[in-house]
């Protein structure tokens, strides 16, 4: 099946520093890919989806400076977090769909945990 | 997007069926219903996908009445590991903004 890998699984930073999260769907080419956060003990919140090659489009409430996509590459997506605080904290989850599969079928990564001090 | 209504938890003992409803009221013709499974600290995973009738696979049963305003996510057997927490997603093909609800949250019981 279709394999999504987050990198790091866990990270802790100080306030204010920049922390990047990858990405990658390691055996399908994924031209579509999302970005996810999730607080405890709720769902998941769409951030934003990236299509290789040109800007993210952003969901309303989530600062596109702050959050910084790239989607360089058919297989690899990142998420920076700029200058990252407490409130930040948080699981951050990316997928990736297929051209093929069932209809609006995403393939999730494992999760990043960011915890900031 | 047609948002989705389903119970916040639920118990179940080992070795029974389960059935998650979700309502979805405002369900559009095209739209597919989609139903992901998550553990705790990992990404969801998909389940089972249908449009109507009842679809079927290895791990559970999707019913969806001819209105289509509702579905039913049935597991059978359940066991220890299938403690998690089930969405119930609606959308058409192709759709973006896939709308994660609350989910329901189903704890197995030994």
């Known amino acids: 099946g279709a394999v999504v890998s987050q990198h790091p699984s866990w990270v802790i930073c100080k306030s204010g520093t920049s922390v990047k999260i990858e990405c990658r769907s390691l055996?399908?080419?994924?031209?579509?890919m999302f970005w996810y956060r999730q607080f405890p003990k709720q769902s998941l919140m769409l951030m934003a989806t990236?299509?290789?090659?040109?800007?993210?489009?952003?969901e309303q409430g989530v600062e596109k400076d702050k959050f910084l996509i790239n989607h360089a590459s058919l297989t690899l997506s990142t998420l920076t977090v700029t200058s990252a605080h407490p409130e930040d904290s948080s699981f951050y989850i990316c997928?990736?769909?297929?051209?093929?599969?069932?209809?609006?079928?995403?393939?999730f990564g494992p999760g990043t945990r960011l915890t900031v001090l | 997007l047609a948002k989705t209504t389903q119970p916040i938890s639920m118990d179940s003992y080992e070795g029974q069926e389960v059935n998650i409803t979700c309502s979805h009221n405002?369900?559009?013709?095209?739209?597919?219903i989609t139903w992901y499974q998550q553990f705790p600290s990992q990404g969801p995973r998909f389940i089972i996908q249908?449009?109507?009738t009842k679809v079927t696979n290895e791990v559970a049963s999707l019913f969806i009445p001819a209105d289509r305003k509702s579905s039913t996510l049935s597991l059978p057997r359940v066991s220890l590991s299938d403690t998690a927490v089930y969405y119930c997603?609606?959308?058409?093909?192709?759709?973006?903004?896939?709308?994660f609800g609350t989910g329901t949250r189903l704890t197995v019981i030994p």
């Open positions: 997928s990736a769909r297929t051209t093929g599969g069932y209809y609006n079928e995403q393939f």
């Open positions: 055996d399908f080419q994924a031209t579509t």
């Open positions: 990236s299509n290789e090659g040109s800007k993210a489009t952003y």
């Open positions: 405002n369900i559009a013709t095209n739209d597919y």
């Open positions: 249908g449009y109507k």
């Open positions: 997603l609606v959308g058409a093909p192709g759709a973006n903004n896939l709308f």
